[in-house]
């Protein structure tokens, strides 16, 4: 038996007792008994604390066997009656499948939610379910669970249309009403009850038991031993530092060991963290204690005994098993049910009760696995889901008290539970009027918020974190009640009505408390001191915001209940105004022949609150009122007769006009709290059930008052009342207060008063209040948000109001109103506005912010001068009022309305005072075409009299004395006035719409005469319009055609005075232009161009002068001159690599100097292109190195750049830089005379070499015994071994060769640097070769051409590096670089005296290439025998270009096609040598090699194989001898093969290379294929690289991106097993999951003490330090580079509408974007995400201070 076997020692004695045990036997034998329950309680209490807790460290698997063994087995034998395995599958068969899907979400699985189906929100489906349902093709929401819910599929109330996916559709013939218990055998039913009540009560009671040293009665073990459990439990207080701490004091245990001990105390609740005997246990208890109390609470440890702990471990088991048992059929879970809910014989609690009750007290792991029982029981079965509900409905006030006082999060809290039940309609209801659900919410609520001042009204001051902590907590009552109300019933009864009204009161009272709380007094003379607590109430406002939206709702689907709500609501604002007589005086205010009674009451100096959430509750019901008709149908009902108006507006007004006195700058003394609460008082979120009701009040307020009454306790509330009471008031005022403060506050105060008039006449888009439909409402919301800009959608749904669904309704009307355009590559879709939906912009527009209104103005004049037309924004028509509101039309033909504007027009005459302002008068210009369109529409639409007179008024002139001139008299002035140009369009407009409203007027009198006089007026208005139009524009032309004229004469005088300027420029530009053919042909015309080779094109002596961007001196550059130097950035790469397995070298012992063709690591240089003087450079990098010091001391964050690593920012564009290149001068070559072949040029290259062999061992010799070992070898003629070469470059060069070299050294290899290094040069030709090869690649994916088509950055980057290749070896060791020379030589032609040459299938061959030509100089160096560099680069090429067909044809062949394709014979001569070189490399490998018959096939494999090695070449030699490449490679098209190989001057076929030179070729190439590792790389023990090596990519990623979710759903943490990854993050290079920002996966690094998360250990591994991931559950681009790098970047996947949704936030379906991946991924190959990076933590310095590494 396996658990024998296991790692613990199991005492022998019950070895044999386990082997013997029998389950069946064992419940034969509880068959028999008369008290069962004694009989299994004493099987557990003997078998229990045997295989449980038997010490330190548990044993799931033997654990596992033993449970299902001993104690599971006999249970399930007894409930069948026989083997479990057949008893079970017999109940699976007989039972109907449920409809219910029942799944139970995992943390971070993605949830689905139909936009148009579902009843709420919280109503999702699982994937499965969702991709087999209707739900997929409509507008839904996706997310990733937080875990703990369960799919909705199958529960018909949650959806109102496709309840079902297809494989829970429900069968016809199924009758589901049924008892599953008709199935059953009463006998069965019987042992069922029998075993579940006794495993369930055992259960309950082991998770509810308290006492930690003895075990209820019955379980006692049959003997006792001494050992506990020290057990730490989880809560939400400590941090996991703190935890891991204390762990290392307490129980001596290493980080590594603390880190895992806290990891599954957070997941589970609780761990045992020592075990022993009672004192070991209790010492560590109180090291823990004595630790973890300073600041806070203790952490909580309990020593328990080992027996205790193992009962509890089981019980969980048992809880398990039971919900594993129920699955198999619905019987059994009917029974389980009935077990759970069952009262006590004396009337206590249920099991479930007890269970819920205890809920707070248990650890985390036990709830969650009984919250998992109960989901998937009593909610799984609707007959005990009502039971259920009840249950937790009275128990409800005692669980949230609890929860209060618990600590732990929500979502392992047993209140949770309450999204399962209250949002199911149907027993919401019933909750509501069986158990009075909603008053007992309400109640609790209340009852929790406990702080009010003397007035009973809430008081959030000095709140302390414990209170913020308490009141974080009592918001999930809002939640629930938001549930509970969430969908509106449809039919109303009795029962409902008196249950809902009386949570109405409960909320009613809970508003009261809230209206007037936080009152502000305005603060003068000194600033305030501490800012008031104020985010507490807005918090609650918010949360309250959708549930006083819904309780209005409810109300209107009822007249009978909108009736008493409307009567409640009144009497208690009655009754809080009662409260609030602050010692308000009345007064009698007059003006214009009327006079009003109100109260002395001034804002600036009274107490004032935003807070009137009853006032706003009564408005909203007094539109529904209106809307469903009540207030015309039952007005006997309504108290409509006992309102008081002016009581109804007082509050309302005070908080608008608080508003405005804040904006005129009268509050500033009040601190930041104030602004904040207007801002949020006005913001998206709040202003529904804020500003939005108080302007609703003032309409209903002033709809039932006299206008002028209105008026005057409005101009008495703005404390304007004695501005305008008088006639020459103003000027009484003016000489009184000359003060410019006051007189711009009152200016300000009288701009924000107008603007509420033309709100409160002008908003009439409520349904209710306007004859309007409810989604004219958002069209006009949306209107006036893109009339400021086109906007995304995201930003349009943030500037929509959401509803408890979280919908705005934008989608509905969105496309009648803007048209939707598709971003690019970057960027997002935008929505712009139909140009037919501009004539209803409103300028005044109430939710305008007075930003958003200056935009929206520009951007709509503009709109209009664009069109050509007049630039004025006439008021937009409106619609009708309802009845109920109709008579606020007349607030706009009033006396005192007139009055105030003609004051204001009478201002703007008399500039002088400086008493009025612009934006003054365009309201009042606004208010008058208001007036004039509301008299057209009732002149257009009514057949009897119009009663609406306002162009009869504004012709009055005043009364007598004053005989004032009429307001139409003003306007005509005021048009010709020169100070008021920006108003003279809108005033126009307002003088032609009286004209017309006369001529209709007169035409509907009688007389036919006065209709001509009317249209004559109109049409001198018109005339004379376009007359002034005429002659404006013709001064405009005038105007334009002058400064043009001036203009070009500036520039003929500017050319004169400039002429020699003007001459030189085009020969410089010809000099510039040297790169072109034309100044460096070839003598003869039809000379191709060669770089390489005795007969290569001869390039021209230029001088190159460039300029130091830190100095702005110029320089040219000289061997022997100053040092100029290029920013760059040298890093490792594998963005090339074909073999992500290799475990990288060990940096001390590795030799680099042959790279192998799978590329797996390699060195990338980079260059800004930007060029410092070398000694300008050392002293901005020596500033840097200070001021990084002296930043360290003072602050201790990161910066983008890592000065320690030679880091730096280019000092222009802030590029990354670490290291410099030096610009070097091209080399002066000498022509050759006449060059040797091959042959001899290979046997003078073997004689150089073995006399430099001996040279170096007579060095090294010291004794003579060794001298005479070797016979000494003569050297060539020529060949002057003792010459020192000198070096041609001055000091300063000098230095930066090796600057350059030791930083690449230091990075390629990530060591110290160290000049001496025989390495150097070696990483240095690598870095050129590597750099090079990624530039070809890119140019290959990109389809651009080899040449002309880089960027100067990278040409310049490119030549340099060449450059400098070929002179490191002057700084380096002579010696050093011969040698070096000499092994890569060997690894072509063999040399006896090298030893372990690579075999050629090992070598990349454009890296051997690179670095012979370079080394080779170290030994030409030592040549006089004439014979040039050139000939040397040939022959080189020739070489290696053979060993690279040789390699091809070695691994590239794939087996043959059985297509035979003759090509016409152009290339007859080309296959047949490569047949026969083929064949020739079969006889010396034999059947290592397939046969291939076509040659045809075998020169398309060739020449496929070797282009990118000429074309790399190219490249290479052309910045190394400097010459213009051909025409033909500028272009991609036909003819490249051709052109290369006459550029690199090789024969077109290739072959010729060997057949030319066969004698010598036969025996190299014996010689490679000789070499026993060719032979085991061909038989598979290598890694073979076919060419051309393809491009690497990033991963394939799915074109939806849920797919991703859910396979980050299923990805478990690879360390911990268990877990599920928090933050699952997928690397884009190779496609690894990674569990990223955890604990569980760091790893430490290089040997160094600190750990790195999984991300960081990974970019390592995978990309030599540089990685690009997706965090899957933020939808996040992650770029990280080393440790302390990292950015975030826009994922590629958006949404419909064009954007990304970082977060996940928004939850719209997200698609792939193919172009924004392949700019990822043109980034990750161009080796530009360090840079990338860099960019982003300089734009942003939050950036910097993240801990990348952890990622």
């Known amino acids: 038996m396996a658990a024998a076997e296991s790692d613990r020692e199991v005492p022998s ?25 004694r009989e299994v309680y004493q099987h557990l209490a003997c078998y229990v604390p045997q295989i449980y807790c038997q010490g330190p460290n548990l044993n799931p698997q033997s654990e596992e066997l033993l449970t299902q063994l001993l104690l599971q087995s006999p249970l399930e034998w007894y409930l069948c009656g026989e083997e479990p ?36 929100p919280t109503c999702v489906l699982c994937m499965q379910c969702f991709l087999g349902s209707v739900h997929k093709e409509h507008r839904y929401r996706m997310t990733t669970s937080g875990g703990g819910g369960f799919c909705d599929c199958g529960d018909t109330e949650a959806w109102k249309e496709g309840p079902y996916c297809q494989k829970h559709e429900p069968n016809i013939s199924d009758s589901s009403q049924e008892d599953p218990l008709a199935h059953l055998t009463p006998d069965m039913i019987a042992r069922t009850y029998n075993v579940f009540s006794i495993v369930l009560k055992y259960a309950v009671d082991m998770l509810t038991w308290e006492k930690e040293d003895e075990l209820p009665q019955g379980l006692e073990p049959p003997e006792r031993a001494d050992t506990y459990y020290c057990m730490l439990f989880n809560d939400e207080v400590h941090t996991y530092e703190q935890v891991i701490y204390t762990l290392q004091k307490a129980v001596n245990c290493t980080q590594k060991e603390a880190v895992s001990f806290a990891t599954t105390v957070d997941r589970d609740g609780r761990k045992s963290v020592r075990y022993g005997d009672f004192q070991f246990c209790e010492q560590a208890k109180s090291i823990i204690v004595r630790n973890t109390s300073r600041q806070s609470k203790p952490l909580r440890v309990q020593v328990m005994h080992s027996s205790v702990v193992a009962h509890q471990c089981f019980a969980l088991k048992a809880l398990g098993w039971m919900g594993h048992v129920i699955r198999h059929s619905d019987a059994l879970r009917r029974v389980l049910c009935q077990v759970g809910l069952q009262r006590g014989p004396d009337g206590e609690g249920s099991l479930v009760d007890t269970l819920m009750l205890c809920d707070s007290k248990m650890w985390k792991g036990a709830r969650n696995v009984y919250h998992q029982l109960l989901m998937s029981s009593l909610l799984m079965d609707l007959k005990y889901k009502k039971l259920f509900a009840i249950q937790f409905a009275k128990n409800y006030r005692r669980l949230q008290t609890d929860f209060m006082e618990d600590d732990h999060e929500r979502l392992v809290s047993i209140t949770s539970l309450s999204v399962q039940l209250f949002t199911v309609p149907t027993m919401a209801r019933m909750l509501i009027t069986e158990e009075n659900l909603m008053t007992t919410i309400i109640r609790t609520f209340v009852d929790h918020l406990r702080h009010r001042d003397l007035q009973g009204r809430f008081q959030f001051e000095r709140y302390t974190a414990q209170q913020a902590f308490k009141f974080r907590r009592v918001q999930s009552l809002i939640g629930d009640l938001k549930y509970v109300l969430i969908s509106r019933p449809t039919e109303w009864s009795d029962k409902l009505r008196e249950k809902f009204l009386e949570g109405l009161d409960a909320f009613l009272e809970l508003l009261k408390c809230m209206q007037g709380m936080d009152p502000v007094v305005r603060q003068v003379g000194q600033h305030i001191e501490m800012e008031p607590e104020w985010e507490a109430a807005f918090t609650l406002q918010m949360k309250l915001t959708h549930i006083i939206s819904m309780i209005q709702e409810w109300c209107s689907s009822d007249e009978r209940v909108l009736i008493e709500a409307y009567k409640k609501c009144l009497t208690i604002l009655t009754h809080c105004h009662s409260g609030f007589t602050d010692g ?11 006079s009003v009674d109100t109260i002395r009451y001034c804002v600036s100096q009274e107490k004032v609150s935003i807070h009137l959430p009853v006032s706003r509750l009564l408005a909203g019901l007094h539109v529904l009122l209106s809307k469903s008709e009540v207030a015309y149908r039952f007005p006997e009902q309504l108290p409509l007769s006992e309102l008081s108006p002016p009581m109804l507006i007082e509050h309302p007004l005070r908080c608008l006009v608080l508003c405005a006195q804040v904006h005129a700058g009268m509050w500033r003394r009040n601190g930041f709290s104030l602004v904040n609460q207007i801002y949020y008082y006005h913001n998206v979120k709040c202003r529904v059930e804020m500003f939005d009701k108080d302007l609703i009040m003032l309409q209903a307020g002033a709809s039932m008052m006299d206008a002028n009454h209105f008026l005057m306790i409005m101009l008495s509330r703005f404390e304007l009342f004695h501005i305008f009471s008088s006639i020459d008031g103003r000027k009484r005022y003016s000489r009184e207060n000359a003060n410019k403060d006051v007189v711009q506050q009152n200016n300000t105060l009288i701009e924000e008063m107008l603007h509420l008039i033309i709100m409160v006449v002008g908003e009439r888009f409520v349904a209710g209040i306007g004859q309007v439909h409810v989604c004219e409402e958002i069209k006009r919301e949306i209107i006036h948000q893109l009339c400021i800009r086109p906007m995304a959608h995201s930003e349009l749904v943030k500037a929509l109001p959401e509803n408890e669904n979280k919908e705005t309704g934008m989608e509905r009307v969105i496309d009648s109103v803007a048209s939707f355009k598709k971003p690019g590559v970057t960027g997002r879709g935008l929505y712009e506005l139909r140009p037919a939906c501009a ?14 209104q200056s935009k929206a103005e520009e951007a709509q004049r503009k709109l209009k001068r664009q069109q050509g037309e007049d630039t004025a924004l006439p008021p937009p028509v409106l619609p009708q009022f309802c009845a109920l509101f109709g008579s606020l039309v007349k607030l706009l033909q009033c006396d005192v309305l007139l009055s105030i504007l003609h004051t204001v027009l009478q201002w703007s005459l008399e500039t002088s005072g400086g008493h009025w302002s612009e934006s003054m008068l365009q309201r009042v210009l606004h208010l008058i075409g208001m007036a004039l369109l509301e008299e057209h529409q009732q002149l257009e639409n009514s057949e009897e009299e119009a009663t609406f007179s306002f162009t009869l008024k504004i012709s009055r002139p005043g009364e007598a004395p004053s005989n004032s001139a009429s307001i139409l008299a003003l306007l005509e002035t005021l048009q010709n006035a020169p100070h008021l140009e920006v108003h003279k369009d809108t005033i126009r407009w307002i003088l032609k719409t009286v004209a017309s409203i006369k001529t209709m007027r007169e035409r509907t009198a009688t007389t036919p005469v006065a209709d001509h006089a009317g249209q004559g ?54 000099e510039a232009s040297a790169s072109t053919s034309v100044e460096h042909s070839p003598t003869s015309a039809d000379a191709a161009l060669v770089c390489v080779g005795p007969r290569r094109t001869r390039v021209c002596e230029r001088k190159q002068v460039v300029t130091c961007i830190l100095c702005q001196e110029e320089q040219e550059i000289r061997p022997d ?8 950035f040298v890093q490792r790469s594998t963005v090339m690599s074909k073999n992500r397995q290799r475990p990288p070298p060990d940096p001390e012992k590795y030799d680099p100097i042959f790279m192998h063709p799978d590329l797996s690591i390699g060195t990338h240089t980079g260059s800004c292109g930007h060029i410092m003087h070398s000694h300008c450079w050392q002293r901005y990098f020596e500033a840097v190195q200070a001021k990084e010091q002296r930043r360290q001391q003072r602050l201790r964050v990161h910066t983008s750049y890592d000065v320690e690593n030679g880091e730096f920012l280019c000092p222009l564009c802030e590029c990354l830089s670490n290291t410099v290149i030096p610009l070097l001068p091209l080399k002066k070559t000498s022509s050759s005379c006449d060059p040797p072949t091959l042959g001899p040029w290979l046997k003078t290259i073997g004689q150089q070499v073995r006399s430099l062999h001996s040279a170096h061992r007579k060095a090294k010799a010291t004794s003579a015994e060794c001298l005479d070992s070797e016979p000494d070898c003569p050297a060539p003629q020529g060949f002057r071994l003792d010459h020192t070469p000198t070096s041609p470059y001055s000091d300063s060069i000098k230095e930066m060769l090796t600057t350059f070299g030791t930083a690449t050294y230091k990075v390629g290899l990530k060591v110290h640097p160290n000049e001496q290094d025989p390495r150097v040069a070696i990483l240095c030709w690598g870095s050129c070769a590597y750099t090079i090869q990624s530039i070809e690649r890119l140019l290959v994916d990109e389809e651009k051409p080899l040449f002309g088509s880089l960027p100067c950055r990278q040409d310049d980057c490119l030549s340099s590096l060449v450059r400098f290749g070929s002179a490191c070896w002057t700084a380096g060791c002579l010696s050093t670089v011969q040698t070096h020379f000499i092994r890569l030589l060997a690894a072509l032609v063999p040399d006896p005296q090298v030893n372990g040459s690579p075999c050629i299938l090992d070598v990349d061959m454009f890296h051997l290439l690179v670095s012979l030509v370079l080394s080779h100089s170290s030994v030409h160096c030592l040549d006089d025998s004439g014979v040039t560099v050139d000939v040397g680069q040939l022959h080189f090429l020739h070489l290696v270009t053979m060993a690279h067909v040789v390699q091809i044809l070695l691994t590239s062949v794939p087996v043959e096609m059985t297509m035979e394709q003759e090509s016409g014979g152009a290339e007859r001569e080309e296959e047949e040598a490569v047949c026969r070189l083929y064949n020739s490399l079969r006889t010396h490998l034999g059947s290592a090699l397939c046969e291939v018959s076509s040659g045809w096939h075998l020169w398309r494999c060739v020449k496929a194989g070797i282009l990118p090695y000429l074309r790399a070449t190219a490249i290479f030699f052309h910045h190394l001898n400097g010459v213009t490449p051909p025409p033909e490679l500028h272009v991609v098209g036909p003819g490249q093969w051709e052109a290369l190989c006459g550029y690199l001057s090789l024969p077109c076929n290739l072959l010729q290379l060997f057949y030319s030179h066969q004698d010598l070729m036969e025996p190299l190439l014996q010689g490679w294929c000789s070499h026993p590792a060719v032979k085991q790389c061909l038989q598979g023990s290598g890694t073979l690289v076919s060419f051309p090596r393809e491009s690497n990519q990033l991963i394939e990623l799915p074109e939806d991106y849920s797919a991703l979710i859910n396979q980050a759903s299923s990805f478990t943490c690879p360390r911990s097993g268990v877990d599920k990854s928090r933050a699952p993050t997928l690397c884009l290079v190779c496609g690894a999951m990674l569990c990223s920002q955890s604990y569980c996966c760091q790893t430490e690094l290089d040997g160094e003490k600190e750990e790195v998360g999984a991300c960081t250990a990974h970019t390592f591994s995978c990309g030599a330090g540089v990685g690009i991931f997706l965090r899957v559950r933020e939808s996040q681009v992650l770029f990280l580079a080393g440790k302390t790098k990292g950015c975030f970047y826009a994922p590629p996947y958006l949404d419909d509408y064009g954007e ?14 193919r172009e924004r991946y392949r700019k990822i991924q043109k980034l990750w190959r161009q080796h530009s995400i360090t840079e990338e990076i860099g960019h982003a933590q300089e734009a942003n310095q939050t950036l910097v201070g993240i801990d990348w590494q952890h990622l």
């Open 13 to 37: 004695a019950l070895c044999s007792e386990f082997l013997n045990f029998s389950a069946k036997d064992t419940a034969s034998r509880w068959l028999q008994v008369s008290d069962l329950p």
């Open 85 to 120: 395995s057949t008893g079970l599958a017999k109940l699976e068969q007989i039972n109907q499948p449920s409809q219910l899907c029942g799944h139970v979400f995992k943390v971070g699985e993605p949830t689905y939610s139909c936009r148009e189906c579902a009843a709420d």
């Open 584 to 594: 308000e005086q009345p007064i009698t205010l007059s003006m214009c022949g009327h």
């Open 839 to 852: 004539k209803q912009f409103n300028l005044y527009f109430h939710h305008f912010s007075r930003a958003d």
């Open 1017 to 1070: 007026q109109e049409e001198t208005v018109r005339d004379k319009d376009k007359a002034e139009r005429k002659r404006k524009a013709e001064m405009a032309r005038l105007r334009r055609e002058k400064i043009m004229a001036q203009m070009s004469e500036m520039q003929r005088h500017f050319i004169n005075e400039n002429k020699e300027l003007f001459q030189q420029t085009s020969l410089d530009e010809l």
């Open 1121 to 1128: 001159g100053r040092a100029m130097v290029l920013a760059a």
């Open 1700 to 1713: 990304t949704d970082q977060g996940l936030r928004r939850g719209n379906p997200l698609h792939l974007c």
